[in-house]
């Protein structure tokens, strides 16, 4: 399990340099205004967000207001968030740690968050018993991720004619690098392909959270991970999920 959790960390610490999830304006006032209707009613101030990577989740709540911890396992993930918390001259407490394996004490915060990360974890199961088991009780839970279809393995043989013919562009190579760093690994990650909310439901109420719902996501004009407008039939790629302890 090391060597897995090795592999995921090379990746993402090369992956920071170039890596931003809300990438305009608009859909970072979008997300933050989703945070403060799900956790403004918490009963305390103290947050936690979980594969924080540059901060952007751990921004919005020290805005709304809260002390917020982030952890991500990518040392590199961090110094960003670090240059991005002192860019919007903010306090927030930063540091590497594992989100299957927390190093805090039980009942800790009143809000944990974690966006994008179930599906890179090996032992999904095992993270959501420690984000409940360092959550006060009544506190909440935000998690949202999906189904991003990585199915990289499957046209990797394009990618590399791509790359003698000399036509690589920096997608293919991000495709080249994640399928180089993922290849071996996806084995150990029951939702490599992404995860969608009913199975996230499933983890959450093993992991004796109650209320689960799951937030409507068409509050978004369009896909904040994609290009392409959401049309009304289209099943979303994405879902936010609430809950509390």
């Known amino acids: 399990m090391e060597k897995v959790k090795t592999g995921i960390k090379k990746y993402w610490n090369w992956r920071s340099k170039s890596f931003l999830t809300d990438r305009s304006v608009t859909i970072a006032k979008q997300w933050e205004f989703i945070l403060k209707e799900l956790v403004s009613g918490s009963p305390g101030r103290l947050a936690l967000d979980i594969g924080t990577g540059r901060g952007h989740f751990a921004v919005y709540l020290t805005r709304l207001g809260f002390s917020v911890t982030g952890i991500d396992l990518s040392e590199n993930m961090i110094s960003y ?71 990289t393995w499957k046209s990797i043989h394009h990618l590399i ?14 495709s080249v690098r994640f399928y180089c760093s993922y290849a071996p690994l996806q084995k150990s990650l029951p939702f490599y392909e992404g995860i969608c909310f009913e199975k996230a439901s499933m983890l959450l109420q093993m992991a004796r959270f109650k209320d689960i719902k799951s937030y409507d996501i068409s509050c978004f004009d369009m896909n904040p991970y994609g290009r392409k407008k959401r049309t009304k039939n289209a099943e979303p790629s994405f879902f936010i999920a609430y809950a509390k302890v």
Do not use: C
Not at 112 to 119: E, K, P, T, Y
Not at 133 to 142: A, D, E, Q, T
Not at 163 to 171: A, D, Q, R, S, Y
């Open 161 to 174: 004619f791509s790359l003698l013919k000399g036509k690589f562009k920096n997608g293919s190579m991000l």
């Open 81 to 151: 968030a670090r240059q991005n918390a002192a860019w919007h001259n903010l306090d927030i407490d930063f540091q590497t740690g594992d989100a299957e394996e927390l190093e805090f004490e039980d009942n800790t915060f009143d809000v944990v968050v974690s966006r994008n990360l179930l599906w890179t974890l090996p032992s999904p199961d095992k993270a959501l018993k420690e984000w409940r088991r360092v959550l006060k009780p009544g506190g909440i839970l935000v998690v949202s991720d999906g189904f991003w279809m990585n199915y």
